[in-house]
């Protein structure tokens, strides 16, 4: 009688002690939003082309997907280039992280919050 006490005793730590992140507000969730200092349209476009270059190597992007947008973004960095200034592309904003390299994107790729334009 007293094994089986014990023993439904260390059970309920153990779901307390597994269930506890769960029911705690994440460590990460009020930090304050990172300064990104990115002034030009070569290192936003260059970024976007290392961004897809991982995931198409991670197999997240199809071989399609991958050779439309590396085109789309060399032609946004060849354009930065030639004219010193940003490429024409509309540039999306986290709230979190920044400006991001998915101009059409809903979603920031780093964290998940709703991208604004």
Same mark, same amino acid.
């Given at each position: ?33 990172? %300064? *990104?200092?990115?002034?030009? #349209?070569?290192?936003?476009?260059? $970024? !976007?082309?290392?961004?897809? /270059?991982?995931?198409? =190597? ?33 540039? %999306? *904003?986290?709230?979190?992280? #920044?400006?991001?390299?998915?101009? $059409? !994107?809903?979603?920031?790729? /780093?964290?998940?919050? =709703?991208?604004?334009?």
């Amino acid at each position: 009688m007293i094994a089986m006490i014990v023993g439904t005793g260390l059970a309920i730590v153990a779901l307390c002690f597994v269930l506890y992140p769960l029911f705690r507000e994440p460590l990460g969730m009020k930090s304050v939003p990172r %300064v *990104v200092t990115r002034s030009t #349209g070569v290192t936003t476009a260059v $970024d !976007a082309l290392r961004e897809i /270059e991982f995931d198409h =190597v991670t197999g997240k992007l199809s071989d399609t997907d991958y050779a439309e947008l590396k085109s789309s973004y060399t032609q946004s960095a060849v354009a930065a280039m030639r004219t010193g200034e940003p490429a024409p592309a509309s540039e %999306v *904003v986290c709230a979190r992280c #920044g400006p991001r390299p998915e101009s $059409d !994107a809903a979603y920031c790729s /780093e964290c998940g919050n =709703v991208l604004a334009a």
